[in-house]
């Protein structure tokens, strides 16, 4: 393209709320085939909110909440905010962990009042030799629901199963709609449970869903499309999106997201809005048609 059509391009994406940080990602984004959406703080909302409470044997459903939130009052997770939130709202006070490890994609471990909790997915559990068979039932309901299961376990036995819900942004089923008329294949990627990621999937006409991705494995997911001759163009807002927003032919961070994942970004759609991505992929389109 011309100096002149990317300027007039990149000037057209700022009035629309999209920085476009150069003139390859103007160019690149009308060669994309392939967008992959980040779940949660991309395609949802990103602020979860604790709809479930199941206690396993003999804790009632205020010892279990204040548990979960001791062992969480440390992470920045915002399953971790959803939880501590809704144990300040009921009036609980807990004691400080004494130790506390938090693991990517997974989540947390401490120790409180001399026993250690763990808090996070089922295979967080498994490997650490739970027997995840009391929490089951529940766990798989809420994520058919949508929801998001958090199990938790006391000393490696099974204590509870709490259920997180975020909501879908407003405008991403009318974009995920938008992009497939624009002839692209989206994809949703996410560290989340496959079943919760599917409902969600289904709620906004995605289609094709990688599920359970650790944050280490998004860029290698990313590179995998690549390597069957995509073109990928990736959407994200966390920490954990920003390997993958760098290995994407174009990167495109949620404005309101992280500065890690705005950093590692071409493109920022400053409203955080799944419209500015169909948006972007326009101009480049029309931007790249105007000078042939
Ligand atoms: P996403 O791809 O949705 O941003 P993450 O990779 O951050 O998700 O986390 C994947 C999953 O790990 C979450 O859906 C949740 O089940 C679990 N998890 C991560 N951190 C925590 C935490 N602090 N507490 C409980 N569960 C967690
Ligand atoms: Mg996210």
Redesign the pocket.
């Known amino acids: 393209a011309t100096p002149l059509s990317i300027m007039v391009g990149t000037g057209k994406g700022a009035r629309a709320g999209i920085l476009i940080r150069s003139a390859e990602a103007l160019e690149t984004a009308h060669k994309l085939d392939t967008v992959v959406l ?4 991309t395609i949802t909302a990103g602020s979860p909110r604790l709809t479930d409470l199941h206690p396993a044997g003999q804790l009632g459903e205020s010892d279990l909440l204040r548990l979960v939130a001791a062992t ?1 009052a440390d ?6 905010a959803a ?1 501590v939130a809704a144990a300040r709202e009921r009036g609980l006070e807990w004691e400080s962990a004494t130790r506390f490890d ?7 471990r401490a120790t409180v009042a001399g026993h250690t909790v763990l ?3 089922h295979r ?1 559990l498994i490997d650490s030799g739970v027997d995840t068979a009391p929490l089951e039932p529940v766990s798989h309901r809420l994520s058919k629901e949508g929801k ?3 199990l938790s376990a006391v000393d490696d036995r099974p204590v509870g199963v709490l259920g ?1 819900a975020d909501t879908v942004k407003p405008e991403s089923p009318d974009a995920v709609s938008a992009l497939h008329h624009l002839g692209l294949d989206v994809v949703m ?5 496959a079943h ?1 990621a599917e409902t969600v999937a289904q709620q906004v006409g995605v289609h094709r869903v990688l599920a ?4 280490r494995h ?1 860029a290698g997911e990313i590179r995998r499309l690549q390597v069957e001759g995509r073109r990928v163009g990736m959407v994200g807002d ?1 920490i ?2 920003a390997p993958a927003l760098a290995q994407a032919d174009v990167g495109l961070a949620i404005g309101t997201g992280t500065d890690v994942a705005i950093e590692a970004a071409d493109i920022t759609l400053i409203s955080g809005s799944l419209s500015g991505v169909v948006t972007a992929i326009r101009l480049s389109r029309a931007t790249m048609r105007n000078i042939r």
Do not use: F, R, W, Y
């Open positions: 980040d779940k949660t703080g969480e992470s920045e997770h915002p399953v971790a939880i938090s693991i990517s994609g997974e989540g947390v808090v996070g997915t967080l998001t299961a958090i997180v990627i996410t560290g989340d449970n919760t359970e991705v650790l944050p998004k966390g954990n999106d």
